[in-house]
């Protein structure tokens, strides 16, 4: 699902992953931003190296959007039932 924040273009971010049940075995969810709502670019990157429910934020590297996305390239999820991915963007 991409999320419409042209009304007050988000520049900074955190992203955190969590497994539910247990900690999923490998995931790879990427953040994205766009200018256009077309074309992206990840802004973060959260993988199982980051660990379970560790938040990542983008600091004082400013990613301005007017679109923001997340995207799972890669899962496996056992021994969890699923994962639950947190965005929050700030302007």
Not at 8 to 14: E, M, Q
Not at 53 to 77: E, H, I, K, M
Request: glycine share 10%; proline share 2%; aromatic share 8%.
């Amino acid at each position: 699902m991409t999320v419409d924040v042209r009304d007050y273009c988000v520049k900074s971010f955190a992203i955190q992953v969590k497994g539910t049940g247990g900690v999923a075995a490998v995931w790879d969810v990427r953040l994205e931003g766009s200018l256009d709502g077309t074309n992206f670019t990840t802004i973060l990157t959260h993988t199982n190296a980051t660990l379970d429910g560790t938040v990542l934020y983008s600091g004082s590297v400013l990613s301005p959007s007017n679109y923001f996305r997340s995207r799972v390239a890669g899962l496996t999820v056992a021994p969890a039932t699923d994962i639950v991915v947190t965005v929050l963007g700030t302007s």
